[in-house]
């Protein structure tokens, strides 16, 4: 396995247009996160996966934003009517949450610029 | 409100000399502490780890220090190599209570080691 990898690497699109973004997490891993790094700061949280199960969402933008782990295998982020406000880094991370540690594994990330 | 802070945005060091970044928290929840370093155009990669238990984890060049009582922590890296230059983030997680296992990311401080 090679690690966390992100589908595409880099969007541009029109205002009002809605995007979809893959993450193939580490095989082994049970959790899957989704985080949002604007420019000048670090990677804001938006929703996680255990296996196929969405723990948590409401840290998710706005009802414009949408993720899914179907199989709990892959992910998608899923942006609808996008604003110029969304423009950022959309990172993926993989890992095990355990009692003793909590070390996650981020892709490449995805680039979006919405024009 | 922050509840991870990196107060410098940027640090220069010397190459062989020892660079020291610092990261404060201000949730007393945090029980598992992690430093990312990132490239540009890159995911965050992870580099070393602390649990609340600890007050010290090394790793080769890298050390971290944990001062719960003054919610502190340190990376210190020694001797600091060209390759180090990159933006250091730290991060925290919640064990109890809502949103268990995200990680909280602070805003990052540029390291840049001068040959």
């Known amino acids: 396995d090679t690690g966390v990898s992100q589908d595409p690497r880099h969007k541009i699109t029109k205002r009002g247009q809605n995007v979809t973004f893959r993450c193939d997490p580490i095989?082994?891993?049970?959790?899957l996160y989704w985080y949002r790094q604007t420019l000048g700061q670090g990677p804001e949280f938006l929703t996680y996966?255990?296996?196929?199960?969405?723990?948590?969402k409401s840290r998710l933008l706005s009802d414009r934003f949408s993720a899914e782990r179907p199989k709990g295998s892959f992910s998608t982020l899923e942006i609808q009517r996008t604003e110029q406000g969304d423009s950022a880094m959309y990172l993926c991370a993989s890992g095990f949450d355990t009692f003793m540690g909590n070390e996650q594994f981020f892709g490449p990330g995805t680039r979006l610029t919405v024009l | 409100d922050q509840q991870v802070k990196q107060n410098s945005p940027s640090l220069s060091v010397q190459e062989g000399r020892i660079s020291i970044l610092n990261c404060d928290y201000t949730n007393s929840m945090f029980d598992y502490f992690l430093w990312y370093k990132k490239y540009p155009a890159e995911g965050p990669t992870f580099l070393i780890s602390i649990s609340s238990i600890k007050d010290k984890n090394e790793d080769g060049r890298f050390t971290v220090f944990l001062n719960k009582s003054a919610k502190h922590l340190s990376l210190h890296i020694v001797p600091s190599q060209p390759g180090d230059s990159a933006v250091y983030f730290c991060?925290?997680?919640?064990?109890?209570?809502?949103?268990?296992?995200?990680?909280?990311f602070g805003k990052g401080t540029k390291l840049s080691v001068k040959p």
């Open positions: 991060a925290a997680r919640r064990r109890y209570g809502g949103s268990q296992g995200n990680l909280i």
């Open positions: 095989s082994e891993h049970n959790r």
């Open positions: 996966f255990q296996n196929e199960a969405q723990l948590e």
